[in-house]
């Protein structure tokens, strides 16, 4: 759960009006004219990107690649094709994620169902998937063992595993069955549904035998900092996947409290955290582990990013 920040001005309506303009003119308009009155109307609603942002837009409406749409810059669009794209357009202007409007997100190249359901999958969360991959294959390649993700949400972490250790098996739970909907959704356009566990249930309280890793990306934002976030998350991103409690750790504290007793001798835990929560986080897994080796994994941009507590072996505790 990645926590962007920053309160951004809505635009004002008088600027979005040149792509209604143009679909209500009687006259041709080509693609590269509502492209570029799309990119007006997003640019000043300080959408991200806006450029890019309306290219993948006019894509989705039209149901071509973004490279087909650049290839066809002269050619007429028809009237419904327009409104459309218009609809598409204001949604994303309104403030409706990107990744909703267009009904999927991209995750360590693969692609996921999305929707206000779910947490949308951020790019620093694939340095879970990184480490994952890397700590069960230097296990003298036994690809074979049982992974439990802890608030799968859209299922992007335990599906991502599932494909890259075709070995393993899958236990993934969530506290809310309409995100756990969307994730086995996911596992079944992936093909790895048959290897997937789906449970409801709070944190590990669905695990009924000990695994050799967990994996979580649970809520990290402190209470306080909730009405700071962006409106774009506040008000279309399930809140319950970023709430983390006043200090942000509520619930990896919760999760650390439970894990003794669902982690296996030699086994791991991979925890997400915010930028500014390293010191505390390896605290907290000092006090659950103090036998383990921990260690706190920035990002590429240089942040704290991840907690790894790598337990001892029953022969070495």
Not at 178 to 184: G, H, P, R
Not at 217 to 227: D, F, G, H
Request: aromatic fraction near 4%.
């Amino acid at each position: 759960m990645n926590s962007p920040r920053g309160n951004r001005p809505r635009s004002c309506r008088r600027c979005r009006c040149e792509l209604t303009a143009l679909n209500a003119a009687d006259r041709t308009v080509t693609v590269r004219q509502a492209l570029s009155a799309a990119a007006q109307q997003l640019e000043a609603a300080h959408v991200d990107a806006p450029h890019l942002a309306a290219e993948t837009l006019l894509a989705h409406a039209l149901d071509f690649s973004r490279t087909q749409v650049l290839a066809r810059l002269e050619q007429p669009m028809a009237a419904n094709q327009l409104t459309h794209y218009q609809t598409l357009v204001d949604r994303c202007e309104s403030g409706e994620p990107l990744a909703y409007v267009l009904g999927h997100r991209e995750f360590y190249g693969l692609d996921f169902q999305v929707d206000p359901r779910v947490l949308i999958p951020r790019p620093e969360t694939e340095l879970l998937i990184e480490t994952a991959l890397a700590i069960v294959k230097a296990q003298a390649g036994q690809t074979a063992c049982t992974i439990a993700d802890i608030g799968t949400g859209s299922g992007a972490i335990a599906i991502t595993l599932a494909l890259h250790l075709p070995q393993a098996r899958l236990i993934a739970t969530d506290i809310s069955p309409e995100a756990l909907d969307v994730a086995a959704e996911n596992a079944r356009r992936h093909g790895v549904a048959q290897r997937i566990e789906f449970k409801v249930g709070d944190l590990l309280t669905p695990l009924q035998a000990p695994v050799q890793l967990i994996t979580a990306n649970l809520p990290y934002v402190r209470s306080k900092e909730w009405a700071h976030l962006a409106h774009t998350i506040r008000e279309h991103e399930p809140a319950l996947a970023f709430n983390g409690g006043a200090d942000g750790l509520q619930l990896v504290s919760q999760l650390l409290g439970e894990a003794p007793r669902c982690i296996q001798p030699g086994g791991s835990i991979l925890l997400e955290i915010g930028a500014a929560q390293g010191d505390a986080a390896h605290e907290l897994a000092r006090d659950f582990f103090p036998t383990a080796a921990i260690e706190v994994k920035a990002d590429y941009a240089g942040l704290d990013r991840l907690l790894i507590i790598s337990t001892q072996t029953s022969a070495a505790a």
